[in-house]
């Protein structure tokens, strides 16, 4: 049974850093476009970064985020750092067949339950 268990959420200051980790079993995360997205309330679940080979990331994370995954642990993980207010939402780990151009989450098939950051001081 696949399954897709995201941690390592929790409150931070501005300018702080988390590193999320996304814990996959009954599926090899090397197989599939992996990507991590997140939901703020109110708000479309959007694209943070998709993964098939090489990482792309959204513009509002770039030069902040970094994905790298463990293949032995079968786990991926999000690096965050410069973490702004705005990067306050639920994030969610997923795979899928292919990353699209937006990174919407249209290309992705399995998504974890999430795991919820909040940056405030």
């Known amino acids: 049974q696949l399954q897709l268990v995201e941690s390592g959420g929790g409150l931070v200051q501005p300018g702080g850093s988390l590193r999320l980790s996304c814990a996959a079993s009954?599926?090899?995360?090397?197989?599939?476009?992996i990507g991590w997205f997140r939901q703020a309330p109110g708000k479309e679940r959007e694209g943070v970064s998709c993964s098939t080979g090489t990482t792309r990331y959204a513009d509002s994370v770039k030069g902040r985020f970094t994905v790298d995954r463990d293949n032995a642990k079968n786990t991926l993980y999000l690096q965050m750092n410069s973490l702004k207010p705005e990067d306050t939402a639920t994030y969610y780990c997923a795979v899928g067949h292919y990353c699209t151009l937006s990174m919407s989450p249209a290309g992705m098939n399995y998504w974890g339950k999430g795991t919820l950051v909040t940056v405030s001081s």
């Open positions: 009954g599926v090899t995360l090397e197989s599939y476009a």
